[in-house]
C-alpha cells in the first residue's frame, strides 16, 4: 500500500550537483523520519542524512556542508541535495521513510528502490 520512488541519480563531473527525490504513495496518514542511505560498490550502506518530522537534520561528517536533506510534506515527498560531489560520493542511494498509513498497525519503514550516483570525469 505504501511505495517510494526514487529519481535524479545520475552520472555527474566532480564537483557538480544532483538533486535526488523519494516521492512516497499511498493511503499515507503521516511521514515521520526520513533517512538517506548509500551503497558504493563492495561497502556496508552507510546513512548519510536524516530528517525528522520536526525537520531536525543530520548528516555523515563526509557530506556535511556539502549535502541538504528536506521534506514536502503536502507532497509527500523528500529530497537530498547533493553539492560539490566527489568521486567519493559515487554510490546507490536509498531512501528509507517511516510512514504510518491504511492498513498498517503501526508506523514502519519503507525503502525506495535506489537510485544510481556516479560522480567521475
Known amino acids: 500500500q505504501v511505495q517510494l520512488v526514487e529519481s535524479g541519480g545520475g552520472l555527474v563531473q566532480p564537483g557538480g550537483s544532483l538533486r535526488l527525490s523519494c516521492v512516497a504513495s499511498g493511503s499515507i496518514f503521516i511521514i515521520y523520519v526520513v533517512n538517506w542511505y548509500r551503497q558504493a560498490a563492495g561497502k556496508q550502506r552507510e546513512l548519510v542524512a536524516s530528517?525528522?518530522?520536526?525537520?531536525?537534520?543530520t548528516y555523515t561528517d563526509s557530506v556535511k556542508g556539502r549535502f541538504t536533506i528536506s521534506r514536502d510534506n503536502a507532497k509527500n515527498t523528500a529530497y537530498l541535495q547533493m553539492n560539490s560531489l566527489k568521486p567519493e560520493d559515487t554510490a546507490v542511494y536509498y531512501c528509507n521513510v517511516q510512514v504510518s498509513a491504511a492498513a498498517i498497525s503501526s508506523a514502519r519503514f519503507y525503502w525506495g528502490q535506489g537510485t544510481q550516483v556516479t560522480v567521475a570525469s
Open positions: 530528517i525528522t518530522s520536526a525537520d531536525a537534520t
